[in-house]
């Protein structure tokens, strides 16, 4: 018996294993990306009980975004096989309602258990869309060569130490050089394209990320945070949902993609 329970162990962790391929996470972001483009959900494979959430509200998968159609004009994906999880930062300019939406899935056993996207549209902060398009577009994400990939650990480091320095600013932060930040749709590396112009200036105290969830990627080497910004949104000081996109190339942040939600028109500010 116990051998037998072994082998039905074992058994099911290879079957695990096998659903978090890399080329099966990028089969389920093809076809979340079909599904959103189309407006049709059930082109997902979801679990029976998945969750699904925009900007931290729990929502009926049959009644929110993805059952709109919307015209994806960029698209740029993690795909974490330690955890799991897949991650996609779409833009959306042309369409008739503009987005920027980013999007982590989770699964299990091949099946979606959730789901989970910060969507920004017109009044989120400093969205501009077109802009959004424009920088995103010209910026290199291309795989990182094996030899030259950073650990996991490095990555989310990396990562953590840039929201970390938002609330002390004596944090060291492993900026590269040159690198540029896109919030919303500002973008800072498009006069002074050499040098680094990541840096962030410390917020009122007292000022700490507590909640972050990660996707992490070390052949695309970059890390997607979930986290709640505090600060920001002067209707929500304890946090509104944000996503911080961050690109680590030689143990070094090349790029940062902020996207924020507010509950008022540009978080009142």
């Not at 389920?28 to 997902?44: H, R």
């Not at 998945?50 to 994806?72: P, R, S």
Request: net charge neutral; aromatic share 10%.
């Amino acid at each position: 018996m116990a051998r037998s329970l072994l082998w039905t162990g074992v058994a099911f962790a290879s079957q695990a294993a096998a659903a978090c391929t890399r080329a099966s996470l990028q089969e389920v972001t093809a076809a979340y990306l079909q599904a959103q483009a189309s407006g049709k959900p059930s082109l997902l494979p979801l679990g029976a009980n998945v969750t699904y959430l925009e900007n931290d509200a729990t929502v009926d998968i049959a009644k929110g975004l993805l059952t709109q159609a919307i015209a994806i004009d960029f698209n740029r994906s993690l795909y974490d096989t330690e955890a799991c999880a897949a991650f996609t930062e779409l833009t959306a300019a042309t369409n008739k309602h503009p987005y920027v939406i980013d999007t982590k899935f989770l699964l299990a056993d091949g099946k979606i258990t959730h789901v989970e996207s910060v969507i920004a549209d017109d009044g989120d902060w400093l969205f501009n869309a077109k802009n959004h398009l424009t920088y995103t577009s010209k910026e290199s994400w291309d795989p990182i060569p094996s030899a030259k990939r950073d650990t996991r650990a490095v990555i989310k480091a990396a990562g953590d130490a840039y929201l970390d320095s938002w609330g002390d600013g004596k944090v060291p932060v492993p900026y590269g050089t040159p690198c540029a930040r896109l919030e919303g749709g500002i973008y800072t590396g498009d006069k002074t394209p050499t040098t680094n112009t990541c840096k962030m200036p410390e917020f009122p105290q007292p000022f700490k990320i507590v909640k972050r969830s990660y996707v992490v990627d070390e052949e695309g080497g970059a890390v997607a945070i979930f986290n709640e910004f505090p600060f920001i949104d002067k209707t929500k000081p304890n946090g509104t949902a944000s996503v911080n996109f961050v690109r680590v190339e030689g143990g070094k942040i090349r790029y940062i993609h902020e996207t924020t939600v507010c509950a008022t028109k540009n978080c009142g500010r």
